[in-house]
Each structure stands twice: as C-alpha cells, then as structure tokens.
C-alpha cells in the first residue's frame, strides 16, 4: 500500500485557512493513488502546549472537515487536533476512512512535559489500532516516540507498522532520526514520523519526515519545506523480517517487571 506524509506548514492559530491549504495535499495525494494521508501534530493550529484555543470535540469543525474531505476525494486521513475532554483537553488523533467515519481515534499518551504540556492536556491511556489495504497501524503522537514500551505493545498486538503525527523542533531533529530508526529496528515494523516545518510563536521546525522499514532502512525521507511524501509499504516485508530474525520471542517482559518491582 502506499501511505502520503503531508509535510505542512501550519498558518498559525487559523484552522480555516489550514484546512483549505491541506484541501491542496488531499487532493494531489488521491491523485496519487494513496491509500492514507497523514497530517502533522495538531496541524490545523501548530502545535502549542500551552493553547486552549480551538478546544473542539469530534463533531467541531476541523474533524468535520476532514471527515468531509476524505468522502470527497475518497480516501483515508489521519489528522491532529485539540479535543475537548474533563478535566483537561486531549492531543487527539483521529483517522477517517474515505467514506468519511471516524475508524478510531488516539489521545497523546505522553504530554511534553518539557514544556509543561501536562498542565494543560490530559494524558491518553490506551493504544489505538486500525486496518487499511490488509496492513494493521498503531498511532503515536510526538513526545510518545521517546518511549519504547508503548511501541513494544503494538508489535505485540501484530501492527505492521506506527504513524507519529509530529511537531519536533529542529533543535533535537538528530534524535528525530534516530528514534525513528530504533522504533522500526526494534519492533521490525514501519515507522512513518511526519513532522511540520516552519517557524512559529512555540519554536522552529525542519521537516525531515521520514519513513523507516522494519529492517532500520530509510525508505523515504522529506526535507525542510513543505511536500508531499510518498512511502511504498509492504506488510510481507514486515512479516519476513519477523520470522527471519525472530527477535521478539527472546524479550522477558516478565522478568522485567519483577526487576522494576525489586528496584521499587
């Protein structure tokens, strides 16, 4: 199958404008033929840890529009955004199937507390699977790909591959990379990271969405700007890979959580 990472600029704090500008990549990525698009985090605004604004729930206008252009060009979409949850707002994604329903939605399970995210979101507490061209994807949300155990628990549930919506700063764009290509080594699965670009009132942002295969190989790389980015994905490779090099059989979760309760 193929999947489109849509490397956008946001036009800050103006979902209307954002989401016209987003109409462009939609309807050049189903040209194309691809099966998925997916959008950075919280592209409809920039990502702002601090920001109420927009606070929306899944029937506000920015899902609303999604929802409308995925019926229209007729295909699948991933998008970012700010929903309204007690007693704090979610980072929410949300993927939409190209008859325009919500197939499942994910809340960012690790706010960044670097900038004191938490504060203002609320953490998510459960992984978010679905299914597209007989692939099975897992969603995680900037800061989460820091964090090995969560993608452990996909490659478990059998994902054949992750999509990590992004607003990753150009001041750690190295580790950007690198994390991306652990993830995918690791769990021998794809990891798709779609990152914006751009400079806004948060921080600066250089692009460098990537895809990796289950193997460590960079099969798809953008660069600073704006575009449109095309990965070829094959879940035989992701399979193979697996029963070749069955690293997975050897983990010891068990083993693991009485070394954390023995710590504690």
Not at 83 to 91: A, G, I, M, R, T
Not at 94 to 104: A, T
Not at 162 to 185: G, Y
Not at 250 to 258: A, C, N, P
């Amino acid at each position: 199958m193929k999947c489109c990472s849509a490397q956008l600029a946001s036009c800050w704090e103006n979902p209307e404008k954002t989401l016209k500008k987003a109409k462009l990549f939609i309807e050049k990525a189903a040209s194309l033929e691809v099966s998925i698009i997916v959008f950075p985090e919280q592209f409809a605004t920039g990502w702002d840890p601090c920001s109420h604004k927009f606070i929306q729930n899944r029937s506000g206008s920015i899902v609303s529009t999604l929802k409308k252009y995925a019926k229209e060009y007729s295909i699948a979409l991933l998008g970012s955004f700010r929903e309204q949850h007690h007693p704090l707002p979610h980072n929410t994604a949300v993927v939409i199937d190209g008859e325009g329903s919500i197939k499942v939605v994910y809340a960012k399970m690790h706010p960044f507390t670097p900038a004191h995210e938490e504060r203002r979101y609320s953490a998510g507490d459960n992984i978010a699977i679905f299914n597209i061209d007989k692939m099975k994807f897992g969603i995680a949300i900037c800061y989460d790909l820091r964090f090995p155990s969560l993608f452990q628990i996909y490659a478990k549930q059998g994902v054949h591959g992750v999509f990590i919506p992004a607003a990753w700063p150009a001041s750690r764009i190295e580790h950007w990379e690198l994390f991306i290509k652990a993830r995918a080594v690791e769990n021998q699965m794809y990891i798709i990271g779609v990152n914006t670009v751009g400079k806004t009132p948060v921080d600066e942002y250089l692009g460098s969405s990537m895809t990796v295969d289950p193997k460590g190989s960079v099969i798809a790389k953008a660069g600073e700007v704006e575009e449109l980015l095309i990965s070829d994905l094959d879940a035989n490779s992701v399979e193979n890979t697996r029963q070749n090099f069955p690293a997975h059989k050897d983990i010891r979760t068990d083993l693991y959580q009485k070394l954390h309760e023995k710590e504690d």
